[in-house]
């Protein structure tokens, strides 16, 4: 789960991280009230939850409560890639004499948490990582151990940060270990970190992606997520347990297993096919979550076709056939159908699936090959 600007940085500034003078607002006079209290300049700060706003025109400077205002009005009327803009952080500006980037990630192939920084902060980080990686200082943080004293300290003679500023990047950097581990963060950045023209050094922007496999551990995080950021059927996917991301295709999936809803989906490719969801139902899923699923799957209008590929094991063969048929019986569509089923309770499954329309097919290959004709034939 991705958390907004504004929720990352009262995050960082319980940890003591210096963070801008500012509050989040909906409305262009909400805005204006903001800049009066605030002292000018300030910047208005599109909240959504992609990265390059800035780029995008989302981050404006304004000289006075009216501009304020008057670029509010703009930027809650924009859409940054695909996303409205519906909340804007009103900010006392800085004077920017410096831009650095710091962040902390989780390396899979060293399996520890990895701090990186970089003296080429701002919004052209990600062309730093690919034309110049060594400009980016990475330490790994021992887990048991966490951030030591003395690794700040090189990330801080590594970014040849000036030395008066030292003391607060280690307050910073200890902060920033400190909210990603005790949030359960898969990623926690500050971009840009900046040396003020009144040579101080504050987080501008911040962000933290959490785990959501830890969120049961933080209801009060779990409540910030902003649910007119995601797509209905995700949130709808959430509530019944499923693991669900939509994509671009036509053909639906439904397939109980996450890594077998991978090979699903790169079947379908192989035979000249797109997915229209990841689609996992998990282990011993009820008919009752899979009739949920069936409906999510239909409620996207490109879907032409659907593919379940269900291999039975504590997953019950009639229990999914059971949820196929309950949805069907709420939902009249017309869109065809093909079925892979094997594995335990698999003949119960098919005798109950005869009495639905269903295309079955004895193997993932020929279920896959089926659901791309139909698609192909229909788009
Ligand atoms: P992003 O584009 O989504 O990463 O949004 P950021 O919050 O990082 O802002 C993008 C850029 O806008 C920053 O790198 C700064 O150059 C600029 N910016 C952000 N806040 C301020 C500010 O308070 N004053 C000034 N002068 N520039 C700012
Ligand atoms: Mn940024």
């Given at each position: 789960?991705?958390?907004?600007?504004?929720?990352?940085?009262?995050?960082?500034?319980?940890?003591?991280?210096?963070?801008?003078?500012?509050?989040?607002?909906?409305?262009?006079?909400?805005?204006?009230?903001?800049?009066?209290?605030?002292?000018?300049?300030?910047?208005?700060?599109?909240?959504?939850?992609?990265?390059?706003?800035?780029?995008?025109?989302?981050?404006?400077?304004?000289?006075?409560?009216?501009?304020?205002?008057?670029?509010?009005?703009?930027?809650?009327?924009?859409?940054?890639?695909?996303?409205?803009?519906?909340?804007?952080?009103?900010?006392?500006?800085?004077?920017?004499?410096?831009?650095?980037?710091?962040?902390i990630?989780?390396?899979?192939?060293?399996?520890?948490p990895?701090?990186?920084?970089?003296?080429?902060?701002?919004?052209?980080?990600?062309?730093?990582?690919?034309?110049?990686?060594?400009?980016?200082?990475?330490?790994?943080i021992?887990p048991?151990?966490g951030?030591?004293?003395?690794?700040?300290?090189?990330?801080?003679?590594?970014?040849?940060?000036?030395?008066?500023?030292?003391?607060?990047?280690?307050?910073?950097?200890?902060?920033?270990w400190q909210a990603y581990r005790d949030c359960d963060a898969?990623?926690?950045?500050?971009?840009?970190?900046?040396?003020?023209?009144?040579?101080?050094?504050?987080?501008?922007?911040?962000?933290?992606?959490?785990?959501?496999?830890?969120?049961?551990?933080?209801?009060?995080?779990?409540?910030?997520?902003?649910?007119?950021?995601?797509?209905?059927?995700?949130?709808?996917?959430?509530?019944?347990?499923?693991?669900?991301?939509?994509?671009?295709?036509?053909?639906?999936?439904?397939?109980?297993?996450?890594?077998?809803?991978?090979?699903?989906?790169?079947?379908?490719?192989?035979?000249?096919?797109?997915?229209?969801?990841?689609?996992?139902?998990?282990?011993?899923?009820?008919?009752?979550?899979?009739?949920?699923?069936?409906?999510?799957?239909?409620?996207?209008?490109?879907?032409?076709?659907?593919?379940?590929?269900?291999?039975?094991?504590?997953?019950?063969?009639?229990?999914?056939?059971?949820?196929?048929?309950?949805?069907?019986?709420?939902?009249?569509?017309?869109?065809?159908?093909?079925?892979?089923?094997?594995?335990?309770?698999?003949?119960?499954?098919?005798?109950?699936?005869?009495?639905?329309?269903?295309?079955?097919?004895?193997?993932?290959?020929?279920?896959?090959?089926?659901?791309?004709?139909?698609?192909?034939?229909?788009?």
């Open positions: 789960m991705k958390l907004h600007e504004y929720q990352s940085k009262l995050i960082f500034a319980r940890y003591g991280i210096p963070i801008p003078k500012g509050r989040v607002a909906v409305t262009a006079g909400e805005v204006k009230q903001i800049a009066e209290e605030l002292s000018c300049p300030v910047v208005v700060k599109s909240q959504v939850l992609v990265g390059g706003r800035g780029k995008a025109g989302g981050i404006r400077v304004a000289r006075s409560p009216q501009e304020a205002e008057e670029l509010a009005r703009q930027i809650l009327s924009m859409e940054i890639k695909g996303l409205p803009v519906r909340k804007v952080l009103v900010d006392e500006a800085a004077t920017i004499d410096k831009e650095i980037y710091l962040g990630t989780n390396d899979r192939a060293a399996r520890r990895v701090m990186m920084a970089s003296a080429a902060g701002g919004v052209d980080i990600e062309e730093v990582a690919r034309t110049d990686p060594s400009k980016i200082i990475k330490v790994h021992d048991l151990l951030l030591r004293d003395y690794q700040a300290r090189d990330i801080a003679g590594g970014i040849d940060l000036p030395r008066d500023h030292w003391k607060t990047f280690g307050i910073i950097a200890h902060g920033l898969t990623l926690a950045e500050i971009n840009p970190l900046v040396i003020t023209s009144t040579n101080r050094l504050i987080a501008l922007d911040g962000k933290m992606v959490l785990d959501d496999n830890a969120l049961f551990r933080h209801p009060d995080l779990a409540e910030m997520r902003d649910l007119d950021e995601e797509a209905a059927s995700e949130t709808e996917a959430r509530k019944y347990g499923l693991s669900f991301i939509k994509l671009d295709g036509n053909i639906g999936c439904l397939v109980n297993g996450a890594g077998l809803a991978m090979t699903t989906m790169d079947i379908i490719k192989l035979f000249g096919g797109e997915p229209a969801n990841f689609l996992d139902i998990g282990g011993g899923a009820n008919s009752e979550k899979v009739a949920a699923a069936l409906r999510i799957i239909l409620s996207d209008p490109n879907v032409k076709a659907v593919l379940f590929n269900v291999f039975g094991g504590i997953t019950r063969g009639d229990e999914v056939a059971r949820g196929i048929l309950s949805a069907l019986n709420d939902i009249k569509t017309n869109v065809p159908m093909v079925t892979r089923l094997v594995g335990t309770n698999a003949d119960e499954g098919r005798q109950i699936l005869a009495k639905a329309q269903m295309i079955t097919a004895d193997t993932l290959v020929e279920a896959a090959q089926k659901a791309v004709a139909i698609a192909n034939a229909t788009a």
